[in-house]
């Protein structure tokens, strides 16, 4: 069965670092498209970043673009979000997802993700 495990989550000052990993296992993982998605309380699903099945193509929603980064290592079936210049408005829990897309051309749209892992709390203070 299909499992994604996120780690990395955790309380820091505005301005700070984080990385997030998500292990995944039960699945081909070189054939999908990972993406990083966040939640806060009262608050719909947000698109953070998502990369493609190679490693290839990324893409970053605009609140993001510039402080996060998002990449994979298909040989030990990882997927890492590293994010810098942390806002209090980054505060979320945020899930990894899995897309079996072999595309270059990849979705911000959470339905389009077939697995997804727990979650994982990123609290930011200010």
């Known amino acids: 069965q299909v499992q994604l495990v996120e780690s990395g989550g955790g309380l820091v000052q505005a301005g700070g670092s984080l990385k997030l990993s998500c292990a995944a296992s039960g699945l081909t993982f070189s054939n999908y498209a990972m993406g990083w998605f966040r939640q806060a309380p009262g608050k719909e699903r947000e698109f953070v970043a998502t990369?493609?099945?190679?490693?290839?193509?990324?893409r970053y929603a605009d609140r993001v673009k510039g402080r996060f980064t998002i990449s994979r290592d298909n040989r030990k079936n990882t997927v890492s979000l590293q994010m810098n210049s942390l806002k209090p408005e980054d505060t979320a829990v945020y899930l990894c997802?899995?897309?079996?897309?072999?595309?270059?051309?990849?979705?911000?749209?959470?339905?389009?993700?077939?697995?997804w892992g727990q979650g994982t709390q990123v609290t930011v203070s200010s």
């Open positions: 997802a899995a897309d079996p897309n072999r595309s270059t051309i990849t979705s911000t749209i959470w339905r389009a993700y077939d697995y």
């Open positions: 990369i493609s099945y190679s490693g290839g193509t990324t």
